[in-house]
T-cell receptor
């Protein structure tokens, strides 16, 4: 079955430190991949997406993600975390463009001052 | 409007009550999705519309759940005889034909609490 896995339920980092959130997918063929962020009481905001081509994708708010086909991974990174980055982050995949999204369980990010 | 609008933002229902959740997608967006997000979980797909046609309703958990989009714009998700396990945030998302460039846009959700 198609699935998206985020191994880390909760991550805590210090402000200014680097960040990497892990995401693995299980699909028959390489899906389209997304990272969303959700702040308390808010909807999902798209950070970045991978459809094809370059394996390093740049997004908003200084985030980037690297697609690794050999590892079925799409990890999200940020060189220096800000306190405002504290939120829940969801990795998602879709089999074809415009189809339903399958989400991971989410990673809750806490940022310490 | 500027984004996807959902109403109400919060709904408390007594067990057994019927509820209706509304989604106003971005104008011109052909595709509309409903997702259910339980506490501490990722969103899970419920149903999908392309214009007024409901093309996929495989995620609806029971026949108490019903969705419609009669004019291809506003959509309503109806839950009959609500039960406690229906408590969740219901998210609506819409996208345009060129969504390959833009992705789906999500509303803020309706938080349903069944007591």
């Amino acid at each position: 079955a198609q699935s998206v896995t985020q191994p880390d339920i909760h991550i805590t980092v210090s402000e200014g430190a680097s960040l990497e959130l892990r995401c693995n997918y299980s699909y028959g063929a390489t899906p389209y991949l997304f990272w969303y962020v959700q702040s308390p009481g808010q909807g999902l905001q798209l950070l970045l997406k991978y459809f094809s081509g370059d394996t390093l994708v740049q997004g908003i708010k200084g985030f980037e993600a690297e697609f690794k086909r050999s590892q079925s991974s799409f990890n999200l990174r940020k060189p220096s975390v800000h306190w405002s980055d504290a939120a829940e982050y969801f990795c998602a995949a879709e089999e074809t463009s415009g189809s339903r999204l399958t989400f991971g369980e989410g990673t809750q990010l806490t940022v310490n001052p | 409007g500027a984004g996807v609008s959902q109403s109400p933002r919060y709904k408390v229902a007594k067990r057994g009550q019927d509820v209706a959740l509304r989604c106003d997608p971005i104008s011109g967006h052909v595709s509309l999705f409903w997702y259910q997000q339980a506490l501490g979980q990722g969103p899970e797909f419920l149903t999908y519309f392309q214009n007024e046609a409901q093309l996929d309703k495989s995620g609806l958990p029971s026949d108490r759940f019903f969705a419609e989009r009669p004019e291809g714009s506003v959509s309503t998700l109806k839950i009959q005889r609500t039960q406690q396990e229906d408590s969740a945030v219901y998210l609506c998302a819409s996208s345009s034909p060129d969504r390959g460039l833009l992705g789906a846009f999500f509303g803020q959700g309706t938080r349903l609490t069944v007591v």
